[in-house]
């Protein structure tokens, strides 16, 4: 059963008032009405008014006349206005619930169980071995971990899954390039930077050598067999590139449950090329081994599954993997969190797995796609050159000018505690910045925005939530007994219905994969809670008043943690 939530008792107990006592038998639609009128849920009546053959704001005159609601009821007002009959919440009722319910559910606030447990698999992050990671990667990893969290509140079983670029003629030739020219010692010390080199000296020489590109198709061919050399030097480069990456990873406090590379799917191959085959949706070529996808009459033009040589492509194995996610797993989601670049590519996998009778699956393969990265001049980054941006130095950079907001903040922490808190502030001004706007947008790449502490920033929600906890501290902790219908100041209402909306933000993101709209909640939160800071005392409060402004500050932070959490930004208590 999903949680019923305040806001959703408030809609329940007006559509049972109106089939109870309304004569209202139709699916009943409420709609928030326009802001100039007030009310929080207004019922449109024109549709009953073709089936009662009466004027809309008869009915509406009417329905007023004549529903009631209990004592304790979240329904406060009921007034028709023209052809609506528009609803608002009892101001105290609604204190009373929302707080409540932010105490009974804590650390789960907001979250719900309509995953019922169902897995779903989150494909994120998936950087190519012996390359660097680039900045896409790093979104991914940034967005899809966010994507996880959200999932995982709503109650789906996530299996996290880092699905490298690890497989592909490119080892051939790295294998090859090693075997001539590599250096240990370079290999120790930046395993992947001597990687990167190696591949780019092996496209040099290809070009004055002949039959260098056939070495590294040999070498290729070697290791798909399974020949040792080439799989002991393709596991050696495996393991040094995982263990930069991890580095990375750590910094960002993200982990795997799986770290299925494209090798993974190697032994799958030939079976997925075979059933596509068999099932009609590609066909070979006659007196060649090549295998065709064509799917020029959906307009997603044609493709390979295997090349006249005989190698398979980033497709195929894309095929084998989906078609094993739903054999292991009977995933209720498949979720890529990949680059906007590569929308053909899992469209033509969508349309490949309908055309072999996979409908289903098809459906819940879904491409969570996000914008590309552009330098403040409008270009792009290269890859082929090699431009990264390096996450270690801008997550320092992000870390010392936290060190020194803190510093100023709050001169009399110790060291190490400084320290710490500078790197909670710093990486999340960092992560925020990529979250808190809608992920199909291309994002400028601007170190100064990317470490914007002031406004809509990760240190200004984090700032919010350490001044909770710095009231609650003074105050002795939050009240155990306190009567939360005493709110009703505009800013404390406010805040109330901030609380209240968070369970629908949170179903809203994930219904649209999209995180920003937790961040737009945690900044309103934030926003408002400094209004009620700036114009109501807490801690001087009259007696009763006091405690129920500290139960609000309580559940404000607990709402501003659970929040942060689904972003994967920390909650310091002091900054
Ligand atoms: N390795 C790919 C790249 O760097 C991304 C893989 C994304 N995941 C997937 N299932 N295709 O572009």
């Known amino acids: 059963m999903p949680r019923a939530y305040a806001l959703d008792r408030f809609a329940q107990e007006i559509r049972r008032a109106l089939l109870e006592h ?3 038998q139709e699916e009943i639609s409420l709609l928030p009405p326009p802001p100039e009128v007030s009310g929080d849920l207004g019922l449109p009546c024109f549709l009953l008014a073709r089936r009662l053959r009466r004027s809309p704001a008869a009915i509406a005159v009417d329905l007023a006349g004549r529903l009631s609601f209990p004592s304790g009821s979240l329904v406060g007002q009921m007034v028709s206005q023209g052809p609506y009959l528009n609803f608002t919440m009892a101001p105290g009722e609604l204190a009373r619930q929302v707080l409540d319910e932010v105490r009974h559910w804590g650390d789960s606030y907001g979250g719900d169980d309509v995953g019922q447990g169902r897995n779903c698999v989150v494909d994120y992050s998936s950087p190519n071995v012996a390359r660097r990671m680039h900045i896409g990667h790093v979104r991914s990893t940034i967005i899809g971990h966010a994507i996880i969290n959200l999932h995982q509140f709503l109650g789906y079983h996530t299996i996290g899954d880092n699905h490298l670029g690890d497989w592909g003629t490119q080892f051939g030739k ?3 390039a090693y075997r001539s020219w590599g250096d240990d010692q370079a290999m120790a010390a930046r395993p992947i930077d001597h990687l990167v080199d190696l591949y780019a000296r092996f496209h040099r020489e290809a070009k004055a050598t002949p039959g260098l590109e056939e070495e590294g198709r040999r070498w290729f061919a070697l290791l798909e067999e399974g020949n040792a050399e080439a799989r002991r030097l393709w596991q ?3 393991d040094l590139t995982i263990q930069e990456f991890e580095k990375t990873y750590r910094r960002l406090g993200v982990h795997f449950d799986l770290y299925r590379g494209e090798s993974f799917y190697e032994t799958m191959l030939d079976a997925a090329i075979e059933e596509a085959v068999e099932k009609g949706a590609a066909r070979r070529s006659p007196g060649s081994p090549a295998v065709i996808l064509d799917l020029n009459e959906y307009g997603l033009s044609s493709t390979l599954l295997r090349k006249s040589d005989g190698a398979t492509l980033y497709l195929t194995r894309e095929l084998a993997t989906a078609l094993h996610r739903y054999h292991e797993y009977d995933p209720a989601l498949i979720l890529y969190v990949v680059g906007v670049e590569q929308d053909l590519h899992f469209r033509q996998l969508r349309k ?5 009778g996979y409908a289903e699956l098809a459906a819940r393969c879904i491409h969570v796609s996000f914008g590309t990265i552009v330098k403040p001049d409008g270009s792009r980054f290269s890859m082929r050159e090699g431009e990264v941006i390096f996450l270690d130095e801008l997550l320092d950079e992000a870390e010392s000018r936290a060190r020194a907001i803190v510093q100023e903040k709050n001169p009399d922490l110790a060291g190490v505690e400084k320290d710490e808190i500078a790197r909670q502030v710093g990486l999340g001004a960092v992560v925020y910045n990529d979250l808190h706007q809608d992920r199909r947008r291309d994002v400028v790449f601007d170190w100064d925005t990317m470490l914007s502490f002031e406004g809509n920033s990760a ?12 009231v609650l501290e003074k105050a002795g902790g939050a009240p155990e007994r306190y009567d939360a219908g005493l709110l009703v ?3 404390e209402q406010a805040l109330v219905k901030q609380l209240a909306a968070f369970p629908r933000a949170v179903r809203q993101a994930a219904q649209e994969y999209g995180p920003h709209v937790v961040a737009g909640w945690l900044y309103e939160t934030a926003r408002d809670f400094s209004r009620l800071w700036r114009d109501l005392s807490i801690l001087q409060a009259p007696v009763g008043i006091r405690e129920a402004r500290l139960g609000l500050v309580a559940a ?3 709402g501003i943690r659970n929040g942060l959490w689904l972003l994967g930004i920390e909650a310091p208590t002091k900054m």
Do not use: N
Not at 352 to 356: A, D, F, G, I, Y
Not at 460 to 467: G, L, S, V
């Open 174 to 176: 790295l294998i090859y």
């Open 236 to 238: 050696w480069f495996m």
């Open 352 to 356: 490949m797995l309908e055309l072999m």
């Open 459 to 470: 240190p200004y929600i984090q700032y919010a939530h350490t001044r909770c906890c710095s």
């Open 489 to 491: 100041e505009p800013q």
């Open 556 to 558: 404000l932070g607990q």
């Open 22 to 24: 309304g004569e209202v």
